[in-house]
């Protein structure tokens, strides 16, 4: 007589998301080993006598300009997203080994590869959200950055042994990863099917929450730009490794912030990750010591896990259902814009790059304390408590099948709606609450997902919510929840 293993039901349950994680894992893995800053490109190029930062550069600029127009495309135009999923990580591969065996062609090739990667990421954002319950977001996107760095930490200590053209092929075989699981995703995007007939983005679409974040992410990362430039090289030097150890700090302290993210919420995340950032450029300027160094990079490791983490993990939540990839796309536009400004003027600014270093700690330090008061902590970014079962209760109709809304946030959705609500879509509302999928809700009701969809669509329009996220924070934001 078998045991059943207390982990199968969590195994079962998380079965379902690791398509979505690999297919963004595998195009992770190679960005940070091949076209960003990664060891193998910068190898490959003092190989073949390249300027190794001209393509670096082109590679962000049409990256940057990939997400926010790729966004934009993938939700006018559906079988764009879905032809993302599945040719992009392919067209990146092959792209790859002709950059690996002729270099010189860097310059065109590498703004092709930030283009064709941003085309993956944003096709990706609505199937995600898709097949991933609010409640286990943070903690399954985390393991996309932690797989990647794993993997570019230990790829650096090899540089040494191998030939560069051989380090690009091997950097980018976890794209095979992505091809594969690319042709599952799209399957699963009933919205990019190409026999649909064209969507157009409502004209109403809010971009309200994108506007509120976007000054925050663009000053974080813009001191991430300047940290490339000016920090990194010299700890590197002064550590006396190829290797920074910030890396293993960001894979060691992501997974701890994600599970406290989709617990507590994202609030900490906003203030902790801008001020360990400012603390590593004061103990950098302070301190120009090994230790001082390595503290550095402890708090850089620390402080850009939980900004990549919230940048994430928010743009996901506050995107509205039809407007996924253009609110990704434009808040990743300002992940990956001002880090190419930063490192543009770190780099080529002839004043800038001569302050002394207390000065421009200083002034990152200024720009780490602006950039918290930029944020706007909406309600959009507010992890809610997840609700107890619900109830049995008088709210469901005779006919009704499925479970009652918990009493609660039924009189909480009675409050902020401009209209009344069936009891049918209570229960729809109650169970999206409480962080479930559309799948999920359609099996707990024993209905199709399209009547699900159906649903969702009415409580929004009379709720005034431009999707789940905003309806949670509505609703749990006033409720008296037990526990």
């Given at each position: 007589?078998?045991?059943?293993?207390?982990?199968?039901?969590?195994?079962?349950?998380?079965?379902?998301?690791?398509?979505?994680?690999?297919?963004?894992?595998?195009?992770?893995?190679?960005?940070?080993?091949?076209?960003?800053?990664?060891?193998?490109?910068?190898?490959?190029?003092?190989?073949?006598?390249?300027?190794?930062?001209?393509?670096?550069?082109?590679?962000?600029?049409?990256?940057?300009?990939?997400?926010?127009?790729?966004?934009?495309?993938?939700?006018?135009?559906?079988?764009?997203?879905?032809?993302?999923?599945?040719?992009?990580?392919?067209?990146?591969?092959?792209?790859?080994?002709?950059?690996?065996?002729?270099?010189?062609?860097?310059?065109?090739?590498?703004?092709?590869?930030?283009?064709?990667?941003?085309?993956?990421?944003?096709?990706?954002?609505?199937?995600?959200?898709?097949?991933?319950?609010?409640?286990?977001?943070?903690?399954?996107?985390?393991?996309?950055?932690?797989?990647?760095?794993?993997?570019?930490?230990?790829?650096?200590?090899?540089?040494?042994?191998?030939?560069?053209?051989?380090?690009?092929?091997?950097?980018?075989l976890p794209l095979l990863a992505s091809v594969a699981t690319g042709l599952r995703l799209a399957a699963q995007d009933p919205g990019g099917d190409r026999a649909s007939p064209v969507p157009v983005l409502a004209p109403a679409l809010d971009l309200r929450p994108l506007w509120l974040l976007a000054p925050f992410l663009f000053v974080v990362y813009l001191s991430a730009g300047v940290s490339y430039s000016a920090l990194t090289p010299s700890l590197l030097r002064v550590l006396q490794t190829p290797v920074a150890p910030s890396l293993l700090t960001y894979v060691i302290?992501?997974?701890?912030?994600?599970?406290?993210?989709?617990?507590?919420?994202?609030?900490?995340?906003?203030?902790?990750?801008?001020?360990?950032?400012?603390?590593?450029?004061?103990?950098?300027?302070?301190?120009?010591?090994?230790?001082?160094?390595?503290?550095?990079?402890?708090?850089?490791?620390?402080?850009?896990?939980?900004?990549?983490?919230?940048?994430?993990?928010?743009?996901?939540?506050?995107?509205?259902?039809?407007?996924?990839?253009?609110?990704?796309?434009?808040?990743?536009?300002?992940?990956?814009?001002?880090?190419?400004?930063?490192?543009?003027?770190?780099?080529?600014?002839?004043?800038?790059?001569?302050?002394?270093?207390?000065?421009?700690?200083?002034?990152?330090?200024?720009?780490?304390?602006?950039?918290?008061?930029?944020?706007?902590?909406?309600?959009?970014?507010?992890?809610?408590?997840?609700?107890?079962?619900?109830?049995?209760?008088?709210?469901?109709?005779?006919?009704?099948?499925?479970?009652?809304?918990?009493?609660?946030?039924?009189?909480?959705?009675?409050?902020?709606?401009?209209?009344?609500?069936?009891?049918?879509?209570?229960?729809?509302?109650?169970?999206?609450?409480?962080?479930?999928?559309?799948?999920?809700?359609?099996?707990?009701?024993?209905?199709?997902?399209?009547?699900?969809?159906?649903?969702?669509?009415?409580?929004?329009?009379?709720?005034?919510?431009?999707?789940?996220?905003?309806?949670?924070?509505?609703?749990?934001?006033?409720?008296?929840?037990?526990?």
């Amino acid at each position: 007589m078998g045991v059943a293993s207390p982990f199968g039901s969590f195994r079962a349950e998380m079965r379902p998301l690791f398509p979505a994680v690999a297919f963004l894992g595998g195009i992770f893995a190679w960005l940070v080993s091949v076209p960003l800053f990664g060891p193998t490109w910068l190898a490959l190029a003092a190989a073949a006598h390249v300027n190794a930062f001209t393509p670096i550069y082109l590679f962000l600029g049409g990256h940057a300009l990939g997400l926010a127009a790729g966004g934009l495309i993938a939700d006018v135009w559906p079988p764009f997203r879905r032809a993302g999923l599945a040719y992009a990580a392919a067209a990146s591969f092959l792209l790859t080994l002709v950059t690996s065996f002729a270099p010189l062609l860097s310059p065109v090739t590498f703004p092709l590869l930030g283009i064709i990667a941003a085309w993956g990421i944003v096709s990706w954002a609505p199937v995600f959200t898709r097949l991933v319950p609010l409640g286990h977001r943070a903690l399954a996107f985390a393991g996309v950055p932690v797989a990647a760095n794993v993997l570019k930490y230990v790829w650096s200590f090899g540089i040494g042994h191998v030939p560069a053209v051989w380090l690009v092929i091997f950097a980018s075989l976890p794209l095979l990863a992505s091809v594969a699981t690319g042709l599952r995703l799209a399957a699963q995007d009933p919205g990019g099917d190409r026999a649909s007939p064209v969507p157009v983005l409502a004209p109403a679409l809010d971009l309200r929450p994108l506007w509120l974040l976007a000054p925050f992410l663009f000053v974080v990362y813009l001191s991430a730009g300047v940290s490339y430039s000016a920090l990194t090289p010299s700890l590197l030097r002064v550590l006396q490794t190829p290797v920074a150890p910030s890396l293993l700090t960001y894979v060691i302290v992501i997974p701890f912030l994600a599970l406290a993210a989709d617990r507590k919420g994202m609030r900490n995340l906003a203030v902790a990750g801008p001020l360990l950032l400012g603390a590593a450029f004061l103990v950098w300027a302070a301190s120009p010591s090994f230790g001082g160094a390595l503290m550095t990079q402890v708090l850089m490791g620390s402080g850009y896990a939980a900004m990549d983490l919230l940048t994430w993990v928010a743009l996901l939540e506050i995107a509205p259902a039809g407007g996924t990839s253009t609110v990704f796309g434009i808040g990743l536009n300002m992940n990956v814009l001002p880090i190419l400004i930063g490192a543009g003027l770190q780099a080529r600014v002839p004043w800038l790059a001569s302050l002394p270093a207390a000065t421009l700690a200083g002034g990152m330090l200024f720009l780490m304390l602006v950039a918290v008061a930029f944020f706007r902590d909406t309600a959009l970014l507010v992890r809610h408590k997840a609700l107890p079962a619900a109830p049995a209760s008088a709210l469901a109709g005779p006919g009704d099948a499925g479970p009652a809304a918990d009493s609660i946030v039924a009189v909480r959705l009675a409050e902020v709606a401009v209209a009344p609500l069936s009891p049918r879509e209570l229960e729809v509302a109650c169970l999206v609450i409480q962080g479930m999928s559309l799948g999920e809700v359609a099996k707990q009701l024993v209905v199709s997902e399209n009547t699900v969809k159906t649903h969702l669509a009415s409580i929004y329009r009379k709720t005034n919510c431009r999707g789940r996220a905003e309806l949670s924070a509505k609703v749990l934001s006033g409720a008296e929840l037990p526990g």
